[in-house]
């Protein structure tokens, strides 16, 4: 998902899509430690996501703030 779509998106929205996130990036690193993780890429591309994730979040703040 790219930038432009998650700032269509609400606070609420982008909060739970987070949360999903999140809970992908712990069940890779478990599927990781146990040897079951394939796709060791996509590791990274969650953690990514996240943090995208967490920059609109924070620019949506941040105009709300100032407004």
């Given amino acids: 998902m790219n930038a432009n779509e998650l700032r269509d ?3 609420d ?3 739970e899509e987070l949360d999903a996130l999140k809970k ?6 478990f599927q990781q430690a146990t040897g079951q ?3 060791t890429a996509r590791v990274r591309a969650a ?7 967490k ?3 924070n620019e949506k703040a941040a ?3 100032g407004e």
Avoid: M
């Fill in 9 to 11: 998106k609400t606070p």
């Fill in 13 to 15: 929205q982008l909060q």
């Fill in 24 to 29: 992908e990036s712990f069940n890779l690193r």
């Fill in 37 to 39: 993780l394939e796709n």
């Fill in 47 to 53: 953690r990514r996501e996240a943090a995208r994730v």
């Fill in 55 to 57: 920059t609109i979040l």
């Fill in 63 to 65: 105009q709300a703030a």
